[in-house]
């Protein structure tokens, strides 16, 4: 582990409590986001990313009992390092949406609908940097001016229903930008917007990210994404990280069948993989469907879906293959 990781994430195990007994939802994961850093988490939807974001904010919803075992250390910007998970909510709360902030797949979940965008960043900002009202308006209007709302000063005194989509997610961007985050977490920010204000939005959130060194959890099932915002990579299935290292390995000496699958999904690469075989490879679907939740299984977890399964497969849990920085969870020899 790499002390110097702005976000360790040690064994993390997080447990939906039921009566029948707890269900198992995050299998003990470990990722590091270093500083500077984009960490793409991908995975099939229901693989558990959205659990591990809302755990490391701890913002699980409040209508289930959770339990999160486990280390998330956050090292904030006097290098002294927090373990989120048992700090007091309010220290907590005062890192959230300062230190660390997060972005969600829709915006409305976390904007006021009866307030206008301007008040709410400029509260958000006042609220964490202890700005004065007419400071705290200025810096709203700066943060909506950065990134990019055409007419930001009209836009400043608008309601959320009267923002598009992509307008929506930018407001979403300038609130959590405002306080200069160490840590951005994004869980598919850009999934609900169509392809053009998609990558409008992650230009303007590398951008930002260039601008303020900042390190980023970016939460996507886009392969094709990751290809040009993350550095490195970690693959989801059924709770557990079962690949992991930098993009560029990890797409070119593909280790996990589960990762091989998620690739061979991706409409370029199929195209590329056809060049160089000189065959065609279909654009398909991984066949099968993600376990459920609450079978713990006996062998790998993707055994049931997987071409390359053999009887080991099924009798033990695989463990980590290959060197840190590219490994992958699996029975399988490492190969290239
Ligand atoms: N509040 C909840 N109650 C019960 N199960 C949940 C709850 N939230 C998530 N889950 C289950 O946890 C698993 C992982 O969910 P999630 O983290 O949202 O997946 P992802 O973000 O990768 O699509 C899914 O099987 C989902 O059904
Ligand atoms: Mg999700």
Known sequence: MNSLATLSVRNLQTSLLQKKGPLNLVRGIDFEVMPGETLALVGESGSGKSLTALSIMRLLARNA?????????????????????????????????HRIAMIFQEPMTCLNPVITIGQQISESVSLHLGLDQSSANASALRA?????IPAAQQRFHEYPHQLSGGMRQRVMIAMAMICKPQLLIADEPTTALDVTIQAQILNLMARLQKDTGMSMLFITHNLGVVAHH??????MYAGQIVEQGSVADVFAHTQHPYTKGLLACLP?????????????????DIPGQAPSMAITPTGCSFAPRCHSCFEKCLQSLPEWRGLPAHTSLCHLEAHS
């Open 230 to 235: 993350a550095q490195r990579l970690a693959v």
């Open 144 to 148: 909506l001016e950065q990134v990019e």
């Open 268 to 284: 370029g690469r199929a195209r590329q993989l056809s060049r160089q075989t000189g065959q065609r490879v279909a654009l398909l």
């Open 65 to 97: 009992q959770w339990q999160c075992q486990g280390e998330v250390l956050f090292k904030d910007n006097q290098g002294l390092e927090h373990n989120l998970l048992t700090l007091p909510e309010k220290t907590m709360r005062t890192l959230r949406g």
